[in-house]
């Protein structure tokens, strides 16, 4: 069974989305704000965490900066009522996997926990399959059928991070801290060249696509067929 923290400072809407996820199969672990999440979290080490942005003592953007830093590899999906694309751009920037805006559609977040939860075990069993395209994190390899290419370490890094996620949206200063390291020295750019080199490369491979969103970063897309 897997287990989700939900950190939500509306008690009614924290209830809600714990009885929600409990009868849906999950076991659902209650927090008040940021430094009770920080703290339930140390003690449970949940496979997902879902935050409230606007919580007190500790918001969820401070909260999601916190966790990326100690656990990289857990999804955090951010809950909120701001909706405008520069809070979005904040709550990715920050680290977070996920964004659904309130009034919370309880449909539309149990959709969205499964995705979580899916890229998360792609990324712990360190394989990932893309339509017929398998990406191989221990080897760094690219293969589909009798079709195999090896990417230096950064690009496949790179790479395998916007597949994870499909259809998130990672903003350069997002991939330089997650790829290269909170302390790079390296300019934002430097991703800019990494996805080039990646298109080109991948041009073999009819699964996917690398996408860029003016204003934002970059994404990754499924193709159909």
């Not at 990494?194 to 499924?222: M, Q, W």
Request: proline fraction near 4%; glycine fraction near 6%; include cysteine.
């Amino acid at each position: 069974m897997f287990t989700i923290l939900v950190a939500e400072d509306d008690l009614a809407l924290q209830r809600m989305m714990c009885a929600f996820l409990g009868l849906n199969g999950y076991q659902a672990i209650p927090a008040c704000n940021g430094e009770e999440a920080l703290s339930q979290i140390e003690r449970t080490m949940p496979d997902l965490v879902i935050a409230d942005v606007m919580m007190p003592v500790m918001d969820g953007w401070e909260l999601t900066q916190e966790l990326r830093r100690a656990y990289p590899l857990l999804p955090i999906m951010l809950v909120t009522a701001r909706t405008t694309l520069e809070d979005k751009r904040t709550g990715f920037a920050c680290g977070a996997d996920d964004y659904l805006t309130k009034p919370v559609d309880l449909d539309e977040l149990l959709l969205h926990v499964g995705a979580l939860l899916r890229r998360s075990q792609a990324m712990t069993s360190h394989k990932l399959t893309v339509g017929e395209t398998l990406l191989d994190y221990d080897s760094l390899t690219v293969s589909r059928g009798e079709l195999s290419i090896t990417l230096p370490k950064k690009e496949f890094y790179l790479l395998f991070k916007l597949l994870s996620s499909p259809r998130q949206i990672f903003t350069r200063r997002q991939l330089m801290d997650e790829i290269w390291g909170m302390d790079a020295q390296s300019d934002e750019r430097t991703v800019d060249v990494h996805i080039k080199r990646l298109r080109e490369k991948c041009e073999v491979f009819p699964d996917f696509d690398i996408v860029t969103v003016r204003g934002l970063g970059y994404k990754a897309e499924k193709r159909n067929g």
